[in-house]
């Protein structure tokens, strides 16, 4: 099983900063990884998919990177709506997620 | 709209069985792969099992293997997960989700709002 590790687990910011969130593969996922947001008492919604694709009607303040085993997704300004919890997701082999970043307001 | 709406959850002794359903609307339900994930109270998403569109390959996350079965009926547009010998560790909301598709299989780009299982007695 692939593990993925996230980092941090809680990234305390105000609206208008930026974030950088990590995820990090056990092993190679090539470009297979996606992120997602949760918001309390929601399903998750795809943000980013084979690492820098911007899924349908994402922002484009949200930016992905990475290849391997280690990934970014960089929201550049945060609005107030993007206080969330981020996950990450690889397809290499069955799918896994990353135990998520919570994004809180500082 | 595009539109997955998940039902059949509840309480149900260790032991027992449920079986949740996912309606599909909005979008071609025959055209696409389709997902379960769960995710325990606090815990972080973890993928359950997934299904072809024609309902002729399934897959599953070993620690449900065995116990549970995904299934479709395309002309019905619904999706169905049959869980059996349930544990309390299977405690969790149950997610119905749409795959990408178009060779971006894996990534689960429609969600339903989730069906609450709980294990106890």
């Known amino acids: 099983e692939i593990v993925l590790t996230q980092s941090p687990a809680t990234l305390s910011l105000s609206p208008g900063e930026r974030a950088t969130l990590s995820c990090r593969a056990s092993?190679?996922?090539?470009?297979?990884l996606a992120w997602y947001q949760q918001k309390p008492g929601q399903a998750p919604r795809l943000l980013i998919y084979?690492?820098?694709n911007r899924a349908t009607g994402i922002p484009a303040r949200f930016s992905g990177s990475g290849s391997g085993t280690d990934f970014t997704l960089t929201i550049s300004s945060l609005e107030p709506e993007d206080f969330a919890v981020y996950y990450c997701?690889?397809?290499?082999?069955?799918?896994?997620f990353g135990p998520g970043t919570k994004v809180d307001i500082k | 709209e595009v539109q997955l709406v998940e039902s059949g959850g509840g309480l149900v002794q260790p032991g027992g069985s449920l079986r949740l359903s996912c309606a599909a609307s909005g979008f071609t339900f025959s055209s696409y792969w389709m997902h379960w994930v769960r995710q325990a109270p606090g815990k972080g998403l973890v993928w359950v099992s997934r299904i072809n569109s024609d309902g002729s390959s399934t897959s599953y996350a070993d620690s449900v293997k065995g116990r549970f079965t995904i299934s479709r009926d395309n002309a019905k547009n619904t999706l169905y997960l049959q869980m059996n010998s349930l544990r309390a560790e299977d405690t969790a909301v149950y997610y119905c989700a749409r795959d990408h598709g178009y060779g971006y299989y894996y990534y689960m780009d429609v969600w339903g709002k989730g069906t609450t299982v709980t294990v106890s007695s």
């Open positions: 084979d690492a820098s």
């Open positions: 092993q190679s996922v090539s470009s297979y």
């Open positions: 997701q690889q397809r290499s082999n069955w799918p896994t």
